[in-house]
Antibody, heavy 115, light 110 residues
Framework: QVQLVQSGAEVKKPGASVKVSCKAS????????ISWVRQAPGQGLEWMGW????????NYAQKLQGRVTMTTDTSTSTAYMELRSLRSDDTAVYYC????????WGQGTLVTVSS | QSVLTQPPSASGTPGQRVTISCSGS????????VNWYQQLPGTAPKLLIY???QRPSGVPDRFSGSKSGTSASLAISGLQSEDEADYYC???????????FGTGTKVTVL
């Protein structure tokens, strides 16, 4: 069955960077893209961007341009999302999801930004 | 900020039918398909409806979706206590060149 397993919770200081991983299994990794979505505490869902696992093409949300980088490692079927220059309002649960008519989500990774 | 508008809350008694609306524009719902997600507390969103009205395997047929123009709806018939959750609509937005989510609706089973 399709599974996306994300890395563990992180605590970072303002100005630092975080890199969250998302390991996929149960399907051909390069056949689907991976999107990233975040959810601040008590808030709704925010789309961050998407990466093609086939050719590495990316499409980032405008508000995160310049601070976010999404990559994939096809040898390990793992996607990564790096967010730089962290601020307190980046505190959120970060989700990866396999893109497709039917999407599958990872369990989420809590990133806390606090001094 | 959310581009798709949903009512903040909806409620019903067990067995009732509840409908959640999702209002968008010509650049999102008006020209692209809509997905619906259910999010139980402390868990990842779960896909309920894709391509406006299709249910993934395992999703009960109590859940149904529809779309008309720039709006979409999710209906839950035969409401059950385990349906108490947050529900979100989502669609691609051609103007923003990105995916947009609804504001979310909290469903309470009275």
């Amino acid at each position: 069955q399709v599974q996306l397993v994300q890395s563990g919770a992180e605590v970072k200081k303002p100005g630092a960077s975080v890199k969250v991983s998302c390991k996929a299994s149960g399907y051909t990794f390069t056949s689907y893209g991976i999107s990233w979505v975040r959810q601040a505490p008590g808030q709704g869902l925010e789309w961050m961007g998407w990466i093609s696992a086939y050719n590495g093409n990316t499409n980032y949300a405008q508000k995160l341009q310049g601070r976010v980088t999404m990559t994939t490692d096809t040898s390990t079927s793992t996607a990564y999302m790096e967010l730089r220059s962290l601020r307190s309002d980046d505190t959120a649960v970060y989700y990866c999801a396999r893109v497709g008519p039917v999407d599958y989500w990872g369990q989420g990774t809590l990133v806390t930004v606090s001094s | 900020q959310s581009v798709l508008t949903q009512p903040p809350s909806a409620s019903g008694t067990p067995g009732q039918r509840v409908t959640i609306s999702c209002s968008g524009s010509s650049s999102n719902i008006g020209s692209n398909t809509v997905n619906w997600y259910q999010q139980l507390p402390g868990t990842a969103p779960k896909l309920l409806i894709y391509s406006n009205n299709q249910r993934p395997s395992g999703v009960p047929d109590r859940f149904s979706g529809s779309k008309s123009g720039t709006s979409a709806s999710l209906a839950i018939s035969g409401l059950q206590s385990e349906d108490e959750a947050d529900y979100y609509c989502a669609a691609w937005d051609d103007s923003l060149n990105g995916r947009v989510f609804g504001t979310g609706t909290k469903v309470t089973v009275l």
